[in-house]
């Protein structure tokens, strides 16, 4: 027994040494993971930074969101980006400026699940972050929308935050959150975006 015991103990140096492999989190999102119309280090990205310290998860967080950004556009980075960062996770904040350009639904969905399933391929876990449209786009559409990442989510077994925004848009003065153009949330806003995405991001780091 004594002759095998050494390399038992390797073997446990090894699995506790990748336990402690830091996480690396890519964010690929748009203007809402961005910054955009914020001081630097204000939005939900830069506080989810200031969260894992606090939790002390080692992690490295990777902020790719560009500001108008569609699914599409995404799609056609995410490879590049999977290669070049290697990461452990993957945050996929997009879809809003699809529904603001009309894009197809079915589009969204298709580039969404693109994102996701490289992601997995790369052997990343994904979370997706939903959004929902205001009414004035009609219900029907309004559900289907937000029904896309619902159905991306269960196709690819991926973590899913149904709305970005809850508890910033859907309040009873939501515009007091905005920017004045109303579409950017200010940066009094982001903790809560945060807390809406940290719960499910946090299941994943475990």
Same mark, same amino acid.
């Given at each position: 027994?004594?002759?095998?015991?050494?390399? =038992?103990?390797?073997?446990?140096?090894?699995?506790?040494?990748?336990?402690?492999?830091?996480?690396?989190? &890519?964010?690929?999102? @748009?203007?809402?993971?961005?910054?955009?119309?914020?001081?630097?280090?204000?939005?939900? $990205?830069? #506080?989810?930074?200031?969260?894992?310290?606090?939790?002390?998860?080692?992690?490295?967080?990777?902020?790719?969101?560009?500001?108008?950004?569609? !699914?599409?556009?995404?799609?056609?980075?995410? !490879?590049?980006? #999977?290669?070049?960062?290697?990461?452990? %996770? $993957?945050?996929?904040?997009?879809?809003?400026?699809?529904?603001?350009?009309?894009?197809?639904?079915?589009?969204?969905?298709?580039? #969404?699940? +693109?994102?996701?399933?490289?992601?997995? @391929?790369?052997?990343? /876990?994904?979370?997706?972050?939903?959004?929902?449209?205001?009414?004035?786009?009609?219900?029907?559409?309004?559900?289907?929308?937000?029904? =896309? +990442?619902?159905? $991306?989510?269960?196709?690819?077994?991926?973590? =899913? $935050?149904?709305?970005? &925004? /809850?508890? =910033?848009? @859907?309040?009873?003065?939501?515009?007091?959150? +905005?920017?004045?153009?109303?579409? %950017?949330?200010?940066?009094?806003? %982001?903790?809560?975006?945060?807390?809406?995405?940290?719960?499910? &991001?946090? /299941? #994943? &780091?475990?």
């Amino acid at each position: 027994m004594g002759v095998y015991a050494p390399a =038992v103990w390797a073997q446990g140096t090894a699995k506790t040494s990748a336990s402690r492999t830091p996480a690396v989190i &890519l964010v690929l999102g @748009d203007s809402l993971s961005a910054e955009y119309g914020l001081a630097r280090g204000t939005g939900w $990205v830069a #506080l989810l930074e200031k969260q894992l310290a606090a939790d002390r998860i080692e992690a490295k967080v990777v902020n790719a969101s560009v500001s108008g950004e569609t !699914t599409s556009g995404g799609r056609s980075r995410i !490879t590049a980006l #999977l290669k070049a960062h290697q990461p452990t %996770h $993957v945050v996929i904040e997009l879809g809003g400026n699809d529904a603001l350009r009309g894009l197809p639904l079915q589009n969204t969905q298709d580039n #969404l699940n +693109f994102m996701a399933q490289a992601a997995q @391929d790369a052997g990343a /876990k994904v979370l997706l972050v939903g959004m929902q449209v205001p009414p004035n786009y009609g219900t029907d559409y309004a559900t289907k929308f937000a029904g =896309v +990442f619902e159905t $991306v989510a269960k196709a690819r077994k991926a973590a =899913v $935050v149904p709305f970005f &925004l /809850k508890g =910033v848009a @859907d309040g009873p003065d939501p515009t007091r959150m +905005f920017q004045p153009d109303r579409i %950017h949330p200010k940066a009094e806003a %982001h903790p809560q975006m945060l807390a809406n995405v940290w719960p499910e &991001l946090k /299941k #994943l &780091l475990r």
